[in-house]
């Protein structure tokens, strides 16, 4: 069983840098993707990043290029988010997901933690 506790989340000024954190365990050799998601009030959740569990590659998406970085730690199982030059529009709550190999889906999800930047 997968479980993933984020942290890190809190109320930051625009231009300022958050540091998002995911705990996760369980994990097995059947994951191969970790990723970041969010949610912003009354808006659909959508794809922020995504890292390849064993091989470290990266994928990010186009609203937060050259701003945020995925990483993780396989000898802690922790995954990470860096957030630089943080906006207004980046105000959500972030989730953590888990996707294993044999699922196009990611099926394990954290509660989520809340960022909010202020202007």
């Known amino acids: 069983q997968v479980q993933l506790v984020e942290s890190g989340g809190g109320l930051v000024q625009a231009g300022g840098s958050l540091r998002l954190s995911c705990a996760a365990s369980g994990l097995s050799y059947s994951t191969t993707t970790m990723g970041w998601f969010r949610q912003a009030p009354g808006k659909e959740r959508e794809f922020v990043a995504s890292?390849?569990?064993?091989?470290?590659?990266?994928n990010h998406a186009d609203s937060v290029k050259g701003r945020f970085a995925i990483s993780r730690d396989k000898d802690k199982n922790m995954v990470y988010l860096q957030m630089n030059n943080l906006k207004p529009e980046d105000t959500a709550v972030y989730f953590c997901?888990?996707?294993?190999?044999?699922?196009?889906?990611?099926?394990?999800w954290g509660q989520g933690t809340q960022v909010t930047v202020s202007l």
């Open positions: 890292i390849n569990w064993i091989g470290g590659s990266t």
């Open positions: 997901a888990a996707k294993p190999g044999y699922s196009m889906r990611y099926l394990y």
